[in-house]
C-alpha cells in the first residue's frame, strides 16, 4: 500500500478497456488477494462490486488500525467490532509472517534495556540491525520480520512467537494473552489450519461495509474523487 503508484497503474489499465466498470475499492481487496496468493498463500474466493467513496475516510482509518503498542484485548475488540473473532485475528497477523519492520518501531523493546518477553540472542541479532536507540529515519533500518521464510506466508511466525522472538509488541503479546495463545500453538503446528483461517478472516474482513449502489461511485482516479 505505500507503492499506490500501482494501483494507479493497474486502474489505467483497467479503464483503458472497461471504462468506469471496476471500482478503486475493489483493485485494492482483489490485489491484496492476489499479494497473498504470490507470497505462497492460500487462493481466497472475494467478491467484488463495491464501489469508491465520494469522501475520504482517512480519519477513521488511522483510527482503527491498531497500534504496534496497543493491548490485545484492544485489538481483538477492533477487529471483533467488524465480525472478525479470535482465532480470525491470530490469523490475520500471520500477515507479519513477511516483510520488515523497521527499526523505529523496534528500540522502545531494545533500549534503555532489553523487553524480557524477547529472546536474548534474538534481542542482540536486533541490536546489531538496530544500534541506536534513536534511528534515523532515512536510513531506512529494519529487521526481517522472519529470517527463514521472509517472503512467503506462512506459519513460521508463530514459530517464532512461541520461541520469544516476536519483533513488535502487540506480535509478542500473542503468545502470552490466554485468549489466543492456544490459536497460536496450534496455527504454529498446523500450516493448512493456518493458511485456511487467514482466508476465511480475509474474507470476512474485505466484505466489512461495503459501498454499493448510489452512495458510492466508481472513480476515473483512484487519488481523487470524480468531478461530475
Do not use: W
Request: some cysteine; overall charge negative.
Amino acid at each position: 500500500m505505500r507503492n499506490f503508484k500501482y494501483v494507479v497503474t493497474i486502474k489505467e489499465a483497467v479503464e483503458s478497456e472497461c471504462p468506469l466498470t471496476v471500482s478503486c475499492a475493489d483493485i485494492v481487496a482483489l490485489s491484496a488477494r492476489d499479494g497473498v496468493a504470490l507470497l505462497g498463500g492460500p487462493q481466497i474466493a472475494m467478491k467484488t462490486g463495491r464501489k469508491d467513496s465520494k469522501e475520504s475516510y482517512a480519519a477513521e482509518v488511522e483510527e482503527f488500525i491498531p497500534n504496534l503498542n496497543d493491548t490485545m484485548s484492544s485489538v481483538l475488540s477492533r477487529f471483533q467490532s467488524v465480525g472478525i473473532d479470535t482465532e480470525g485475528v491470530v490469523a490475520l497477523l500471520g500477515a507479519h509472517s513477511v516483510g520488515r519492520t523497521h527499526c523505529t518501531n523496534l528500540v522502545d523493546r531494545l533500549y534503555p534495556t532489553v523487553d524480557p518477553s524477547l529472546d536474548p540472542g534474538h534481542a542482540e541479532y536486533l541490536k546489531r540491525r538496530c544500534p541506536s536507540p534513536e534511528p534515523d529515519a532515512e536510513a531506512v533500518e529494519y529487521s526481517r520480520n522472519d529470517l527463514k521464510t521472509p517472503m512467503v506466508l506462512d506459519n513460521m511466525y508463530y514459530k517464532n512467537l512461541l520461541s520469544h522472538k516476536g519483533l513488535l509488541s502487540v506480535d509478542q503479546q500473542l503468545a502470552s494473552d490466554p485468549a489466543t495463545l492456544p490459536f497460536v500453538e496450534k496455527m504454529a503446528s498446523d500450516n493448512g489450519y493456518f493458511l485456511e483461517q487467514f482466508a476465511r478472516a480475509m474474507v470476512v474482513l474485505s466484505e466489512n461495509n461495503p459501498i454499493t449502489g448510489d452512495e458510492g461511485e466508481i472513480r476515473r482516479d483512484c487519488r481523487y474523487v470524480n468531478r461530475d
